[in-house]
């Protein structure tokens, strides 16, 4: 399976604020939207991604007061992201290794989608649900 389906079934919403919105601003829209991260866009341009993650440790580190930075002093910069046709099993392994729960999906330069572990995770076991059902249903017809 190709991230091109998870994005075909779930849907291609990009939730993105700028880098200039405040960590408060952030934590709110994650909340209002129950999402774990959100894209940094300046324009077209992806400028970085801020988790759930990014904001506990900046308010561990630097108190209530964190909340009034801007999205631009705690995002990650350096951003990994994924293609269409990058296949779900690549993605869950990098996802892993790196630590990260999150992949912007990139399309000819652009930003066309966002997808989570959650989102690998559910498509991995519909298929293993898929792959069960057929051998059951092989087992039976022989």
Known sequence: MTVKQILDEKGRDIF?????????????????????????MEGQHLAGIL??????RAIASRGAEALSAPASSIMTQSVQTCGLDDLIDDLMERMTASR???????DEGRVVGLVSIGDVVKQRIEEAVRER??????????
């Open 133 to 142: 059902d057929d051998m059951r249903a092989y087992i039976h017809s022989v």
């Open 100 to 106: 990260f729960r999150h992949l912007p999906v990139v």
């Open 16 to 40: 993105a604020m700028g880098p200039e919105a405040t960590l408060g601003e952030v934590a709110a829209e994650l909340t209002a939207r129950r999402v774990g991260a959100v894209l940094i």
């Open 51 to 56: 988790s759930e993650r990014d904001l506990v």
